[in-house]
């Protein structure tokens, strides 16, 4: 686990406020964060929760341990990372602890989930997870448009978002070459299906090479 912080203090029993910003190691995906701006970006946004610097006494236990060690050490109006092994934070991913729940299920008992929502559901805390699904191409040449069409199970996913990367002078890592022309973008949530469809005009040059043509979330 990586904290990103920001701090004002700086010795033991010091009351400071830090911003912080908690991310997963191995992939990057942040799940915490002080910082309005980020939790918009990261979509752990909620509506009444307060964005804004934690007061912390240094030593006092009011963080984890192995990052309210680290404090002491930091200089004050600096970002400093902090990287905190399993076992000194909330301990190693446990694979029996996560549980595939029907969304029909949920829905049965008036439960409407959204991402990084806490409930309980069969005597147990349960927390949803957002996952992004990214449609790439390799190595095409000549290519002046596409039609790709998805489909899911949504007794076990729910739709939230996507973003097509059209064109790639507007998304460097996306594909076609402007102008572009919209063939088609539907998002059916309840049914579980997406289509979407983009075309090169007249006189846009090829693409050629690798890219991401959408991101799905």
């Keep these: 686990m990586l904290q990103e912080m920001m701090l004002m203090g700086l010795q033991k029993g010091d009351f400071i406020t830090i911003n912080f910003t908690a991310k997963v190691k191995e992939t990057g995906e942040v799940f915490d964060t002080t910082v309005k701006d980020v939790a918009k970006k990261e979509r752990l946004y909620k509506e009444g929760d307060v964005y804004e610097p934690k007061l912390v006494v240094i030593g006092g236990g009011w963080v984890l341990k192995a990052l309210d060690e680290s404090l002491i050490t930091m200089e004050t109006s600096k970002t400093s990372p902090v990287e905190i092994p399993p076992d000194k934070a909330f301990g190693p991913r446990d694979p029996e602890k996560v549980k595939r729940v029907p969304l029909k299920q949920l829905l049965a008992k008036e439960m409407v989930p959204t991402i990084g929502m806490s409930l309980e559901y069969g005597g147990k805390n349960a927390t949803g997870q957002q996952f992004t699904i990214n449609v790439t191409i390799n190595d095409v040449t000549n290519l002046y448009g596409f039609d790709l069409k998805f489909r899911w199970n949504t007794t076990y996913l ?60």
């Design 158 to 217: 729910a739709y939230v978002s996507r973003s097509v990367l059209v064109p790639n002078d507007t998304y460097p890592h996306g594909v076609l070459r402007s102008p572009v022309l919209l063939v088609e973008d539907q998002a059916n949530a309840t049914d579980g299906t997406y289509w979407t469809a983009y075309a090169a005009m007249w006189r846009a040059p090829s693409f050629n090479g690798s890219g991401s043509l959408l991101q799905y979330f």
